[in-house]
């Protein structure tokens, strides 16, 4: 069964550095999405991605955050100066695209940043 | 979008029926219900989706009366496996972005 793939499964990086994680959706979804969940919390939108545009972004996206498909299978999220506040858990998602109305989204296994 | 509101948490032991029930008065005509399973440091899961009336799958159903504000996910015969969070979306956007609320801790105990 296709999955989403994220690597690297852990992230330690200090504060003010950049990140680049990455994801790998599944190859014929069209949709494209970033969450993030801070421990203990609940999951949070931060972007989706459609038509290699970005299509939608939450309050959490600001101008620290960017997203890039640079080729035809990779799908990442830069943060470009981290803080300590950036800890947390990013899922990246994917989504077919098909003809009608479906919300199941096939979540990757996360990768957890931790900022010190 | 439509708020949830769900049950922070539920215990239930292995072999028994559960039933989680989300209310979401503010429900919009052209929104779906869809629920979502959260394990410890994994991502979450897409379990069943419906409109109205019921849905039912391998793995759970999905009941939705006909004002369609509230909704309750049947999980028959639960194991221990079965320990998650689940999570009641309503909606999606045009995007299909997923809100998610708290969700309701689910504990199976043998």
């Known amino acids: 069964e296709p999955e989403v793939t994220q690597t690297p499964s852990h992230q330690v990086t200090q504060m003010g550095q950049e990140v680049i994680l990455r994801c790998v959706p599944i190859s014929n979804h069209l949709y494209f999405y970033w969450y993030r969940q801070i421990l203990g919390q609940k999951v949070e939108f931060l972007v989706s991605?459609?038509?290699?545009?970005?299509?939608?972004k939450s309050e959490i996206f600001d101008d620290q955050f960017s997203v890039e498909r640079p080729d035809g299978s990779n799908f990442t999220l830069k943060i470009r100066s981290t803080k300590l506040e950036d800890s947390a858990m990013y899922f990246c998602?994917?989504?077919?695209?098909?003809?009608?109305?479906?919300?199941?989204?096939?979540f990757g296994p996360g990768t957890r940043l931790t900022v010190t | 979008l439509a708020k949830t509101t769900q049950p922070i948490s539920m215990d239930s032991y292995e072999g028994q029926e559960v039933n989680i029930t989300c209310s979401h008065n503010n429900i919009a005509t052209n929104d779906y219900i869809t629920w979502y399973q959260q394990f410890p440091s994994q991502g979450p899961r897409f379990i069943i989706q419906g409109y109205k009336t019921k849905v039912t799958n391998e793995v759970a159903s999905l009941f939705i009366p006909a004002d369609r504000k509230s909704s309750t996910l049947s999980l028959p015969r639960v194991s221990l496996s079965d320990t998650a969070v689940y999570y009641c979306l309503v909606g999606g956007g045009s995007q299909g972005n997923l809100i998610f609320g708290k969700g309701t801790k689910l504990s199976v105990k043998p």
């Open positions: 991605f459609y038509n290699n545009e970005i299509s939608e």
């Open positions: 998602a994917s989504r077919p695209g098909l003809a009608g109305v479906s919300y199941e989204q096939y």
